[in-house]
């Protein structure tokens, strides 16, 4: 019996013309994936090339059989495996032989012993001297997208099928995993896991992140004899442990980096596991989370084609149907989870509210949560997420303001994940003039030059409801300090509010056009720049460019800079013209580490204050270089100001830090030559003290058996 294709062969033949002549089954260059497509197997993406042969003898009363089969680059989704060797065979009575080797792409290992078909023992040692982590990517079936590093041990298998007796370590070499689901890269270094007949052992298997922060498991998986039933006996422990390191993708429904503390026990069986996590969000964390939406535009088409198997028949019904609807969540059944979460203040946390719009919430705040899963399958959450400080990101097509949101805003969860209700405040401030939301009041007023100057509006948007579809009011409001000044203003604001229609105009009026509008929206009451201070603006800086032009020729050693303002000032009722000139000397001393600067500001032209016109030190700040490369400054200042008459003076201290870089990543990843040194003397220094470690606890191990 002989097949033969493009090169494959498969023969099956009798060594001599005799009914109890050996067979001999031989393959040369024959192809996996031809199996597969015979049996239609399109879903099982497995590969390969076989060579060898299968000898049988005493085919008709007890067959005898050795086999010498090799498969040359065994491939699985593409990701290339290796090549396998077996050679097995039973010529020992009641027993089978074998040897079982995995070669290239970095592999070493091999199984061999024997197996007693009469006592269903097994005698066999696994040594892998080798096994290379990218092997088993393609078998995880894209849980991980990346693994590398080496996986070395010893094991034997002893025993029966019912009551193996398995003993041995294994040991990860310079090993890495990256997870799909977090894209977080995890180093295993040099950790091992020791296995024995009655359980798996974890002692302090380390995981580290990317940037050196340890993820310690310690414990055991126990497990009966026939290897049937799993109890857990864990913790895990961590510290500033980066979670999550995903890039934006497509179609993501969460990006961005996570840090978090975790203490997490877990017990139970595999079956009915219990679980008890506390966890804590670190500052390092900037989480990005895509709320679903619908989409009108597909949702428009259900029902305009329909695919259906017509050889399928019908799908009865009670297949389809769930088959306990209390349980929200049936996969997860079983499972008895419970756990605390909170946040630190500074981690940063967005939701994508529309992502076709660009809606985003940015928040930043204390998270005080408490969660669990029974084992129903419910999941439970409740607390509140205190947002200290955050923005609201509205884009309406061409605009786009953000609203920075207030102190006492909250999201509070009750029960259901899923139904959070949140109360948002957030504020944009929009200084604008108030003429023409008063237009029709000040319609024969002669103090409508008053109302021309700019005030400082709260837009407020207030988010209630669902976290998931939340409802978004607007209103605006004048700040406090400023309710006195502009009664009018504020009369006028209340009558606003009771027509929604109206409030909504002018709110997205300040937004879009940054000034409110009247009954006709293209007139404007406000006046805009006069000639003479366009005019004024720009021979302002011309003037300014000449006097530092000529300071530089002819003061040496001084640093001095002039600088010319002009505008419209209706602060006082009127249009009045305001000009300002801005005067600055600065010095440098002690081989440059030490800088005094000097300045003030002077008024040329406009409403008079109390400012002292000969004082040419108005403001003053002393600069100290801390180191030589210019990278630590420190600055003692004093700093002059003026709120109407009112003088204020602001005394203080800053710590300047100044970085150079050509790419972005450097900023946070900057470092020295002689840095780099020592970074790789510790590095060495922590690879001989494990090894000192290692060595006494492999003596210890040694001395116990």
Same mark, same amino acid.
């Given at each position: ?45 497995? $590969? ?15 067959? =005898?059989?050795?086999? $010498?089969? +090799? ?63 990218? +092997? ?5 079936? %894209? ?34 995993? !990256? ?46 004899? $026939? ?57 390092? !964390? ?40 209390? !349980? ?40 005080? *949560?408490?969660?669990? *899963? ?15 400080? %955050? ?7 061409? /605009? ?15 029960? $259901? ?19 023409? /939301? ?57 009558? =606003? ?14 937004? *879009? ?120 400054? *420190? ?64 003596? !210890? ?5």
């Amino acid at each position: 019996f002989s097949i033969n294709n493009s090169g494959q062969s498969l023969s099956i033949n009798s060594k001599t013309e005799n009914v109890t002549a050996p067979v001999d089954v031989i393959l040369k260059d024959f192809h996996i994936k031809t199996l597969t497509n015979l049996a239609e197997q399109d879903s099982l993406p497995v $590969d390969g090339v076989i060579n060898g042969n299968v000898l049988v003898k005493n085919m008709m009363s007890s067959p =005898v059989f050795t086999s $010498d089969i +090799s498969i040359d680059t065994l491939t699985y989704n593409t990701d290339t495996v290796g090549n396998i060797k077996v050679k097995v065979d039973n010529e020992t009575a009641n027993a089978y032989n074998a040897d079982v080797a995995i070669t290239g792409n970095g592999n070493d290992v091999k199984l061999a012993g024997k197996y007693y078909t009469g006592e269903s023992r097994m005698d066999l040692k696994l040594n892998i001297n080798n096994f290379n982590m990218a +092997s088993v990517k393609p078998f995880t079936f %894209g849980a991980l997208t990346q693994a590398d590093g080496s996986l070395k041990g010893e094991v034997s298998i002893k025993g029966t099928t019912t009551a193996p007796d398995v003993n041995g370590s294994l040991r990860f070499e310079n090993a890495n995993i !990256t997870p799909a689901a977090t894209g977080a890269k995890l180093y295993m270094s040099n950790e091992a896991i020791s296995v024995s007949s009655s359980d798996i052992s974890f002692d302090r298997f380390t995981l580290v992140d990317s940037a050196g922060k340890k993820a310690i498991v310690d414990g055991n998986i126990f497990f009966s004899k $026939d290897f049937k039933t799993y109890t857990f006996d864990m913790d895990l422990t961590a510290d500033d442990f980066q979670v999550l390191n995903e890039p934006k993708r497509q179609n993501a429904i969460y990006y961005g980096r996570l840090n978090m503390d975790a203490d997490i026990s877990v017990e139970g069986t595999l079956t009915a596991p219990k679980i008890n996590a506390d966890l804590k969000i670190n500052k390092g !964390t900037d989480i990005t989370f895509v709320l679903p939406s619908s989409n009108p535009e597909v949702e428009s088409r259900d029902g305009v084609v329909q695919f259906v198997n017509v050889y399928g028949g019908k799908t009865d019904s009670i297949f389809t149907a769930a088959i306990d609807t209390l !349980t929200q969540y049936p996969k997860l059944a079983g499972l008895d989870i419970t756990g605390t979460l909170e946040s630190d203040t500074a981690a940063q946390i967005t939701l994508i509210i529309d992502e076709r719009s660009g809606d985003a919430l940015k928040i930043r705040g204390k998270a005080d *949560l408490a969660g669990g *899963l029974d084992k129903s399958g419910k999941i439970s959450l409740t607390g509140n997420y205190e947002l200290q400080n %955050g923005s609201y990101q509205l884009s309406l097509s061409l /605009l786009k303001r953000e609203f920075i949101i207030q102190p006492g805003s909250v999201i509070t969860w009750t029960g $259901d994940p899923k139904s959070a209700t949140v109360d948002i405040t957030a504020i944009y401030i929009a200084n604008t003039q108030p003429v023409n /939301l008063l237009q029709s009041e000040l319609a024969n007023s002669s103090d409508i030059n008053k109302y021309k100057e700019k005030v400082p509006f709260d837009v407020l948007l207030k988010m209630k409801g669902e976290l998931l579809k939340p409802v978004i009011t607007f209103d605006i409001q004048l700040p406090e300090n400023q309710k006195s000044r502009w009664a009018e203003v504020e009369t006028k604001l209340e009558q =606003v509010r009771r027509d929604d229609a109206e409030l909504n105009k002018q709110v997205f009026a300040l937004l *879009l056009l940054g000034r409110f509008v009247q009954e006709n929206p293209l007139e404007n009451s406000a006046d805009a720049t006069s000639l003479a201070s366009m005019a004024k603006s720009s021979v302002s800086r011309i003037l300014a460019e000449q006097l530092n032009n000529l300071a530089g020729s002819l003061i040496k050693g001084v640093d001095l800079n002039f600088g010319v303002n002009s505008e419209d000032d209706y602060s006082t009722g009127t249009r009045t013209n305001r000009t300002d000139l801005t005067v600055g000397v600065s010095k440098s001393l002690l081989n440059d580490r030490l800088r005094v600067s000097v300045g003030s500001n002077f008024q040329l032209e406009g409403s008079a204050n109390t400012q002292n016109a000969s004082n040419i030190a108005g403001d003053v700040a002393i600069d100290y270089l801390l180191t030589k490369d210019n990278r630590y400054t *420190l600055r003692v200042y004093r700093r002059n100001g003026y709120d109407g008459v009112l003088q204020v003076i602001e005394n203080g201290v800053a710590f300047i830090f100044t970085f150079d870089f050509n790419e972005f990543k450097q900023i946070l990843n900057r470092k020295t030559a002689e840095q780099k040194l020592i970074d790789k003397a510790e590095k060495a220094k922590r690879k001989a003290k494990e090894k000192v470690d290692n060595d006494k606890k492999a003596a !210890t191990d040694k001395k116990n058996e």
